[in-house]
């Protein structure tokens, strides 16, 4: 596991929200390999989201998920900015506006992210 992903981490691989540390400075492809990574973790973490019946979430699990989804946020942020030409000629632009719809509705449905955080891309009109 490398350096920037272990500071993210407490010894039983959990994210540690409170803990400040200095941002590391990293390629867009790093940071997305190291961001699904951390998300796979966390998910796969049965004290984060447990998979037994009658088992109760913790009392972190609407954080743990609210700063997942913020963090998914800045990948379409960064495909809509930098990507979104080669979206396009790929004939994809629908699918990756479908996908951006989904995750909009189901964060506003169920107010899992402050509003102004959509706002550079609802500006530019694709939740229409």
Known sequence: MSM??????????????????????????????LLMDWIEVQINNENIFPTNVGTPFPKTFMQ???????????????VYIHHFDRVSQMGAEAHVNTCYKHYYY???EFNLTDQKELEPLIRSKICE
């Open 4 to 33: 920037a992903l272990k500071q993210v981490f407490n010894k039983d691989r959990t994210f540690r929200p409170k803990r400040k540390f200095e941002p590391t400075a990293l390629s867009a492809p790093k940071y997305m390999s």
């Open 64 to 78: 743990v998920a609210k700063k997942i989804l913020s963090r998914l946020f800045r990948v379409f942020v960064h």
């Open 106 to 108: 189901f964060v506003t």
